[in-house]
C-alpha cells in the first residue's frame, strides 16, 4: 500500500525561526515521485517541488530546503529564517501508479504552519 | 498560471439533488484530475481523465460521476447530493509526463444541506 504521512499536525514558530516539516511514505514502488505543495489561507494549491527516486541530492531554492533519504523514507522539508508569508498548509504527496500510465498523487494530511510576527 | 478554471466557485444545494462541476483548461493537456479536500484527509482522488471519453476512478468515487467530451472540459458529477460531498473540489492537470506535477484550479467549495 502507498502512504504518507506529516505526523505534524500543527507548527507555530516566531518569524525568522528556522522549521521543518516532516514527510514519511510507504511505497513498494522502485520508481516513484515525491511532491510538496503550499496551500496559503487564500486556498490555492502551490507546487513547490518534485524529486524522482533515483535522485537523493538535497534541494535548495532561497529560503526552502528539502532532504530526500530513501533510507529512512522520509522527504523533509525545511523553511530558513521564517516569514509571515510562509504560514500555510504543507501538503507532502506521493506518485502512485492507478490504472495504465496516469499518475495519482497521495497525498498526506498536511501540516498548517503559523509564523508568528 | 497552469490555465485552469473551476465552475462555479462555491455552490450550496440540498440533499438529493443532482450537481455538475465544470473544469475548463486552455492549454490541451492530457490528463486531467478531481480530487476532493477534507479536514484530516489532504485531499483524495475521485476520477481522472487520460484523454477524451478516456475515463477511470479513483480511491473515493462512488457518488461521483465524470465525464470528458473536449479535451478542455472535465465534468464532476453528484448524481443526488448528500451531506457527506460537503467538501472543497480541486480540479488538477499534469502537462506532459503523466508523472510529473499536478497544477490545481482554485477548488469551488461545495455545501450539501
Known amino acids: 500500500a502507498q502512504k504518507v504521512t506529516q505526523a505534524q499536525t500543527e507548527i507555530s514558530v516566531v518569524e525568522k525561526e528556522d522549521v521543518t516539516l516532516d514527510c514519511v511514505y510507504e511505497?513498494?514502488?522502485?520508481?516513484?515521485?515525491l511532491f510538496w505543495y503550499k496551500q496559503p489561507p487564500s486556498g490555492e494549491l502551490v507546487f513547490l517541488i518534485r524529486?524522482?527516486?533515483?535522485?537523493?541530492q538535497n534541494e535548495i531554492s532561497g529560503r526552502y530546503s528539502w532532504n530526500f533519504q530513501k533510507s529512512t523514507s522520509s522527504f523533509n522539508f525545511t523553511i530558513t529564517a521564517s516569514q509571515v508569508v510562509d504560514s500555510a498548509v504543507y501538503f507532502c504527496?506521493?506518485?502512485?501508479?492507478?490504472?495504465?500510465?496516469?499518475?495519482?498523487?497521495?497525498f498526506g494530511t498536511g501540516t498548517l504552519l503559523a509564523v508568528q510576527p | 498560471d497552469a490555465g485552469i478554471t473551476q465552475s462555479p466557485r462555491h455552490k450550496v444545494t440540498e440533499t438529493g439533488t443532482p450537481v455538475t462541476l465544470r473544469c475548463h483548461q486552455t492549454?490541451?493537456?492530457?490528463?486531467m484530475y478531481w480530487y476532493r479536500q477534507d479536514p484530516g484527509h489532504g485531499l483524495r482522488l475521485i476520477h481522472y481523465?487520460?484523454?477524451?471519453?478516456?475515463?477511470d476512478k479513483g480511491e473515493v468515487s462512488d457518488g461521483y460521476s465524470v465525464s470528458r467530451s473536449k479535451t478542455e472540459d472535465f465534468l464532476l458529477t453528484l448524481e443526488s447530493a448528500t451531506s457527506s460531498q460537503t467538501s472543497v473540489y480541486f480540479c488538477?492537470?499534469?502537462?506532459?509526463?503523466?508523472?510529473?506535477?499536478?497544477?490545481f484550479g482554485p477548488g469551488t467549495r461545495l455545501t450539501v444541506t
Open positions: 504527496a506521493l506518485s502512485g501508479v492507478y490504472g495504465g500510465a496516469t499518475n495519482k498523487l497521495i
Open positions: 511505497t513498494r514502488d522502485t520508481t516513484y515521485y
Open positions: 524529486r524522482n527516486s533515483f535522485d537523493e
Open positions: 492549454e490541451n493537456h492530457r490528463y
Open positions: 481523465s487520460y484523454g477524451v471519453k478516456d475515463t
Open positions: 488538477a492537470i499534469t502537462p506532459g509526463n503523466p508523472r510529473g506535477e499536478q497544477y
